[in-house]
């Protein structure tokens, strides 16, 4: 066997220790403890609109995509010292440095078709009058939820909207 053979299993042995894979950037084995001693997963926005999303949590990692929307929310499914693993409301998954994510709630209006407008309701109660009608990939600041809905506003609205319709906020989830 040669030296170089033996330095690599070397390497492999004692990241299977650590619990990492060189080059990978991912835990061997993924768990709910956070570095951060947050809950994983939750829910987060993009603190700028240029936020590099890497392969892995390094800048050694290539960067796969960048974001150019501040406000979107993402998904926090894993945390490596100070990066973030998210998902975003499409699926796409990345690791982001964690100063590039702000705790302030947003959330995507999601319908089943594009052309569908979800209504925005005055109340928390589909009888009330509907104040909007909003497209599918709204982005919305999320004020509060209780009970399957949530208060949200945006550029030239605020409202009502059943909790369902939104892609950053679990179901029944209280958002106070």
Same mark, same amino acid.
């Given at each position: 066997m040669g030296l170089g053979l033996r330095r690599l299993r070397a390497v492999m042995a004692v990241a299977a220790m650590l619990g990492t894979i060189p080059g990978s950037?991912?835990?061997a084995k993924? #768990?709910?403890a956070a570095t951060s001693g947050l809950p994983i997963p939750r829910y987060v926005s993009l603190k700028s609109d240029h936020v590099n999303v890497r392969a892995g949590p390094t800048k050694d990692n290539d960067v796969a995509w960048v974001y !150019? %929307? #501040?406000g979107l929310p993402v998904e926090i499914t894993a945390e490596f010292e100070n990066w973030r693993r998210v998902r975003d409301s499409e699926g796409s998954e990345g690791w982001v440095y964690h100063s590039m994510l702000s705790g302030r709630r947003t959330a995507? =209006? !999601?319908?089943? #078709?594009k052309e569908e407008l979800?209504? +925005?309701y005055d109340r928390p109660d589909?009888? #009330?009058a509907v104040a909007a009608k909003l497209q599918a990939g709204v982005v919305a600041q999320v004020k509060k939820c209780s009970n399957g809905w949530c %208060? =949200? !506003?945006g550029n030239g609205f605020d409202g009502f909207i059943e909790q369902q %319709? +939104?892609?950053g906020v679990y179901a029944d989830e209280k958002v106070e």
């Open positions: 950037g991912h835990a993924d #768990s709910a !150019t %929307r #501040s995507v =209006i !999601t319908m089943k #078709s979800a209504p +925005l589909s009888q #009330s %208060r =949200i !506003t %319709r +939104l892609w």
